[in-house]
């Protein structure tokens, strides 16, 4: 019984390293995500969680796309619309309308997306830079992935959590 | 290894402890050379960390203090006297003390600082006046101190170096039967006094040695009723650590135990998050108390609920008196500093300091700091003359500085006067013109506040060189950005020839404060309640426009008045009432009258901060979490009242009613009815009833859930029928909400409700439904209501 045991905890053990190694060598974890038309994706570690929308009280003398403050079980966050931040107009919230609230070091914040579509789990080689146009130190997009058929921007999070007024 | 951090650590503690202590004493001591009591304290903090450094190995510290002991015992057998060009050298040493602690402290070793050039000096001193019992230092060679210094471990202020070991047994011998006599007539002493022995003196000892991780650490009362006293005495814990043959200290310990900041600060947050659960279980009592009004359960309730206040109060006072350190701690360095300020500056200062035991946060110590430094030497440099100037002026010569602190009300004021020339508000002007900081029209018609004001900014200074001392242009901006940190006040008041006096009013806490809510359109704001002066209810034809600005007239002053939504930009989608309500803003000798829709209450809140991505924004000091989980923000009174200025009032001009856009009604689902029924059962019937019509039908299962869809603005509505029972908001309060937009005025409300006497027809009427149908009804009849009222086209049906 012991044995058989041991047996199986080995190889799930070996499973187990097995992944994490082809995780860590090539694997990107993304959460996508829908703003306007686009599929956008950011990496899963700098979430810090989804919520549905809550209430939030605006905060004056900011720029449009900044919605205000909301309360995150006691932590006062900002509340950024991605949409207005995009150059799209601002849209009242439905069903599908999530907070993505990111984090990176100290630096939280709250994002308004229109829509979640799906945890992507995406190889390295499948992500090429962004273009020319729009690479750059000031450039909000980290790369482009390529999966099927489909096109992810990937988002620079450091740049979304970055005060730009 | 642990071991030794330990010590190393606690070390520290004892020897940044001292050392604070011991410019005050030094100071002290040059007033008088004679005090041999206050020699002798000064001497012990010499030998205490020499004993203990020496212990830890630290050869570089040990040699500076062996050769700093030698001079101080000197003066202590009176064979020196102390002039001032000795205590410039002593001064220096301990300086470069602090240094070497310093270094320790961050790299656990005494490399990386010089210390021959001093010791040099300070054998030149103790060798100066001839030896007589003292051994004469031998100066340079490093090492060859150092070897006598492990002999010298079990140190006295005899000469123990020519001892043979014999006589030094016998020696520690009867030194140990004194401490034991004295110790013991101690003791009795104290069962005389009727005081309670505590279990000989092992207790305090095992209690004060309690080791801390952080060097930082300050000691904190663990009773706070009586205030402890400024300088610490000296602490049990010197004696055991550095076997020092120093007397015990005084014979009334206090009882303290040392505490890592870190958890005072946890503690401190712990409380914030209870005052704010606190304010919640507030709200949903009072919430409670209305739904079920009558009921036994509710006394019984209501009075947890008030001891829970009660006790939250309690604790949030007793856990903010555990950050309080006196203010002495700051003050004592002063002394030290102006005794080189008059040095350097070649005038007379004297510094007298009163208050030093008030009380003040921690957090708020530590930021006061540089400021007073700053405003310190300003007074030293720009302030007091020089002693001819003074002469001729028919002042004394010696110019007094007068530090002192004191409570008022919920604020400390610490208070700088000098007695000196004054602030010159035209020559502060002209200073500021001719740096671009002002121009010709703000010089004309500042106030002379103001004036005085100019010397806070970046960039200004008066000082015609740039000295060691001052003259950049930076210190006095130092000041208002820290005292603004804290949300202190800088009051200055000033007479020419007279002097200056600089008040620096700061609130006791930082965390938790007070406030005035304020409501105005939907928006709440807080503001300090430290800052409100009174509120006024008054009509909108007591508001004068004097040159494009709203005043108004309180009792027999002329109040310059803005409207809180032309601040912060609120849109008004409300309807503004008759009324307003003015809360007077006070802040030093300037008010502004803050006109807002409403009042909403007093409150104590949680200061939280917007974060590093929405910080600095002008007028909002920061963000609160009310007892509804809704976030408030709190108003900069400061910012606030500097906005003030530059705010063009519209907010009381009749806003012309909103753009009512009546789109025409081209096919029957143009029109769009919002239904309002708590039972699913009732809002299908109505839906039955009218969907022939054709029109879009939108349906809401409570009154608070119809006002979020209306808020949202997708539909335009041409009619609600709205049931008057309903849980959360019911018809009635969701009819008063509804008339308050400026948008929905006009909006027919049908009440649809089984409730059929008279007086809820009546209330209903208040309102402002404009139909009143009560079931059962007829689908026909229902639908002929809401066509009248939507004036439905008749080549629809």
Redesign the interface.
């Known amino acids: 019984m012991s044995d058989k045991l041991k047996q199986i905890i080995n190889k799930q053990n070996e499973q187990q390293n097995s992944e994490t190694l082809d995780q860590s060598n090539d694997i990107v974890q993304l959460v996508g995500f829908i703003i306007g038309e686009e599929e956008y994706a950011v990496p899963i570690l700098s979430i810090q969680e989804i919520i549905k929308p809550i209430s939030w009280t605006r905060v004056p003398q900011t720029p449009a796309y900044i919605l205000g403050v909301f309360n995150l079980r006691g932590s006062v966050i900002p509340l950024i619309d991605l949409r207005v931040k995009f150059g799209l107009s601002s849209k009242n919230h439905n069903e599908e309308t999530r907070f993505f609230v990111l984090k990176q070091g100290d630096d939280v914040a709250g994002f308004v997306i229109d829509r979640l579509t799906m945890a992507i789990r995406i190889k390295k080689e499948d992500i090429g830079p962004a273009p020319d146009t729009l690479a750059g130190d000031e450039s909000m997009i980290d790369g482009v992935g390529k999966q099927d058929d489909r096109i992810l921007t990937i988002l620079k999070v450091a740049k979304l959590l970055e005060r730009d007024f | 290894m642990d071991e030794f951090q330990e010590i190393l650590q606690d070390f520290l503690i004892e020897s940044f402890e001292l050392v604070e202590k011991l410019d005050e004493d030094l100071v002290e001591l040059e007033n008088t050379p004679e005090d041999l009591e206050l020699l002798n304290g000064i001497f012990r903090v010499a030998h205490t960390v020499k004993g203990a450094s020496s212990f830890l190995n630290f050869d570089v510290l040990t040699h500076l203090t062996h050769h700093m002991e030698d001079v101080l015992n000197k003066a202590r057998h009176g064979d020196l006297l102390i002039t001032p060009d000795i205590m410039d050298v002593i001064l220096e040493s301990i300086d470069l003390m602090k240094a070497l602690l310093n270094i320790i402290r961050d790299t656990s070793a005494d490399a990386g600082i010089d210390v021959a050039a001093c010791v040099v000096k300070l054998d030149k001193i103790s060798s100066g006046e001839g030896a007589v019992d003292t051994p004469v230092a031998t100066p340079e060679p490093v090492e060859e101190i150092v070897l006598e210094e492990e002999i010298v471990e079990e140190e006295e202020e005899l000469d123990y170096d020519n001892m043979s070991p014999d006589d030094l047994e016998a020696e520690i011998e009867r030194l140990l039967n004194e401490r034991q006599e004295e110790d013991k007539a101690k003791r009795k002493a104290k069962v005389e006094a009727g005081e309670e022995v505590l279990a000989a003196p092992q207790i305090e000892e095992e209690v004060a040695a309690e080791p801390t991780p952080e060097p930082v650490v300050t000691p904190v009362p663990v009773t706070p009723t009586p205030p402890p006293v400024a300088p610490k005495v000296e602490t049990p814990k010197a004696d055991v650590k550095a076997a020092a043959p120093a007397k015990r200290a005084p014979a009334a310990v206090e009882q303290t135990i040392r505490v890592d900041v870190k958890r005072l600060d946890h503690l401190m947050n712990l409380i914030g998050?209870l005052v704010?659960a606190k304010n919640r279980l507030i709200k949903i009592n009072d919430d409670v108390e209305e739904r079920y009004e009558g009921e036994e359960f509710l006394e019984e309730l209501n009075q947890v609920v008030s001891i829970v206040s009660l006790v939250t109060t309690d604790l949030q006072i007793a856990v903010m008196k555990t950050r309080m350190l006196p203010i002495g701690k700051v003050f004592n360095k002063f002394p030290r500093m102006i005794r080189d300020l008059t040095r350097e500056l070649n005038k007379k200062i004297e510094l007298e300091i009163s208050g030093e035991d008030t009380e003040l946060d921690k957090s708020i110590v530590e930021e006061i700091g540089d400021p007073l430094v700053h405003i310190i030497r300003n007074s030293c440099d720009h302030g007091i003359e020089t002693p001819d100037v003074r002469l001729a002026a028919g002042k004394p010569e010696t110019g007094t500085i007068a530090l002192k602190a004191y409570n008022e009300g919920n604020q400390i004021v610490i208070q700088i006067d000098d007695d000196g020339k004054g602030l010159d508000t035209d020559m502060l002007k002209n200073k500021a013109l001719e740096k671009g900081l002002i121009s010709e029209k703000e010089a004309d018609s500042m106030s002379e506040k103001e004036a005085f004001g100019l010397i806070m900014r970046p960039g200004f200074s008066t000082a015609a060189a740039v000295t060691n001392v001052s003259g950049r242009g930076v210190g006095m901006d130092v000041v208002k950005t820290n005292i603004e940190k804290v949300n202190g006040i800088i009051d200055i008041e000033s007479e020419v020839g007279v002097g200056s006096s600089m008040k620096l009013k700061i609130p006791l806490t930082l965390a938790i404060i007070q406030a005035l809510l304020v409501g105005v359109q939907e928006?709440h704001y807080a503001i300090p309640l430290a800052s409100v002066l009174e509120t006024v209810r008054i009509s909108k034809d007591e508001i004068y426009t004097v040159e494009g600005r709203s005043v108004m007239r309180l009792r027999d002053e002329v109040l310059s008045l803005v409207h809180i939504g032309d601040?912060?930009?609120?849109e008004r989608i409300l309807d503004a009432s008759e009324h307003a309500y003015v809360v007077v803003l006070g802040l030093g000798t300037s008010k502004l009258g803050l006109i807002v829709d409403n009042l909403v209450g007093q409150e104590e809140i949680v200061i939280?901060?917007?974060?590093?991505?929405?910080k600095g924004?002008?007028?909002?000091a920061g963000?609160t979490?009310r007892g509804d989980?809704?976030?408030?923000?709190i108003c900069d009174v400061v910012a606030l009242m500097d906005m003030a200025k530059g705010v063009k009032a519209t907010a009381m001009v009749e806003s012309s009613s909103a753009a009512q856009i009546t789109h025409e009604k081209s096919k029957p689902s143009d029109y769009t009815v919002m239904i309002v029924d708590d039972s699913k059962t009732d809002r299908t019937i109505m839906r039955k009833a009218l969907e022939p019509m054709g029109i879009t039908l939108v349906e809401a299962s409570d009154g608070q859930e119809a006002l979020n869809i209306l808020k949202?603005?997708?539909y335009n509505f041409d009619a609600m029928l709205v049931d008057i029972e309903m849980p959360r908001m019911d018809g009635y309060s969701l009819a008063t909400e509804i008339k308050k937009y400026n948008r929905y005025k006009n909006l027919p409300l049908i009440a649809v409700t089984s409730r059929t006497g008279k007086s809820d027809r009546m209330r209903g009427v208040e309102s402002g439904m404009v139909e009143y149908i009560t079931k059962p009804y007829s689908a026909d009849y229902l639908a002929s209501v809401v066509q009248r009222n939507v004036n439905f086209k008749a080549e629809f049906l």
């Open positions: 998050e704010l928006e601040i912060f930009e609120v939280k901060s917007l974060g590093d991505y929405l924004i002008e007028g909002i963000a979490i989980g809704g976030v408030t923000l949202a603005g997708d």
